[in-house]
């Protein structure tokens, strides 16, 4: 069974930076998205990356915020720069992966990390 886990999260004033991880424990991967949650709005999609090394930011974020992946460590990461008050939330990955090559795609999420942006 393969488990995801977000880190990196935290308290940072407005300008700062963090950097968030998303390691999986196994799979093949194929996909993984990273998404920010804030009480009563919908579930807001960031950026993404694929196998091959493609990578799409959401226009709130492209230049601020970057996706990156190490796959020796099958670690994704979310580098964000110039943090808002409206960044504040719980960031939470969304891993696809085989269990197989040429397997079917199966998703898991995170469990989310929280980012307050606050002076």
């Known amino acids: 069974q393969v488990q995801v886990v977000e880190s990196g999260g935290g308290l940072v004033q407005p300008g700062g930076s963090l950097r968030l991880s998303c390691a999986a424990s196994?799979?093949?991967?194929?996909?993984v998205a990273w998404y920010r949650q804030v009480p009563g709005a919908q579930r807001e999609w960031l950026a993404s990356?694929?196998?091959?090394?493609?990578?799409n930011h959401a226009d709130s974020v492209k230049g601020r915020f970057t996706i990156s992946r190490d796959d020796a460590k099958n670690t994704v990461y979310l580098q964000m720069i110039s943090l808002k008050p409206e960044d504040t939330g719980v960031y939470l990955c969304n891993w696809q992966y085989r269990t197989r090559p040429g397997g079917a795609i199966r998703s898991i999420w995170g469990q989310g990390t929280q980012v307050t942006v606050s002076s």
């Open positions: 990356r694929v196998s091959g090394g493609a990578s």
């Open positions: 196994g799979g093949f991967f194929s996909s």
